[in-house]
């Protein structure tokens, strides 16, 4: 939507001549997210960072069912977006994005294997989290930096909205809606696991890794 002339014509029509609300951070944020995601996958495979194996591990039936669904709904939007500009062009018929599948669907539906992506994702350590009744091993502190994030991601698409006068770009960007709030939520339930409801166990581990007087007399 940033760098494709077509895509934005496409949108616009489709939006009443606006726009998308698409700056240069999104880009930054998603190529910032792909290269940490690249780093994270490489690391199912110690050797290439040096790490000493932990063990076989293997993807989940239930992760894989996911991958296929959202890869077979991109392919499946494909086909059709690609059939109807087959179909205009041979009846010699304009594609009009307002009310036929246009290339501008194909981006929705990635954006919508997003949405899937990031409802799924953390639902795993919050699960964890909750059989353990605590967050022992696993840092906060990206859960902070995400629900900023968040914060600042919805409030960008609400005051360009607000500057433009047109609130097309929050019904036009859904996604990026969703994903802000969503996230929020669930960096909500990691902040409360974290500092509300396991707070006094992290407490307690914290406390043995201290040196007590009886420890100290015996030390002397």
């Known amino acids: 939507m940033y760098y494709s002339p ?3 014509e496409q949108y616009q029509i489709r939006n009443n001549g606006h726009l998308p ?8 944020f998603a190529a ?27 993807v989940s039936r239930f992760i894989l069912s996911v991958c296929f669904c959202c890869m077979a709904g991109v392919a499946g939007v494909s086909l059709v977006v690609t059939k109807t500009a087959s179909f205009k062009t041979v009846r010699g018929e304009p594609l009009d994005p ?15 294997v997003k949405l899937v992506v990031t409802l ?6 919050i699960m964890h989290n909750y059989r353990a009744r605590s967050t022992k091993g696993w840092s906060i502190g990206g859960i902070l930096l995400d629900f900023t994030g968040g914060i600042l991601s919805v409030a960008q698409l609400g005051i360009d909205s607000y500057l433009v006068g047109d609130w097309s770009g929050v019904t036009g960007n ?4 969703a994903l802000g709030n969503i996230s929020m939520i669930y960096d909500s339930i990691f902040i409360a696991q974290h500092y509300v ?6 407490e307690e581990d914290l406390e043995t890794l201290l040196p007590t007087a009886s420890m100290s007399r015996r030390l002397d």
């Open 6 to 8: 077509m895509i934005r």
């Open 21 to 28: 609300s698409v700056a240069f951070n999104d880009v930054a």
């Open 32 to 58: 910032h997210a792909f290269a940490a995601s690249c780093a994270i996958i490489s690391q199912h495979w110690p050797s290439i960072w040096g790490f000493d194996p932990a063990g076989t591990t293997r």
């Open 98 to 112: 307002r009310v036929d599948w246009c290339a501008l669907d194909m981006v929705y539906a990635i954006s919508y």
């Open 120 to 125: 799924v994702k953390y639902a795993p350590q």
């Open 174 to 177: 859904p996604v990026k809606l």
């Open 197 to 202: 409801l396991y707070a006094s166990e992290e």
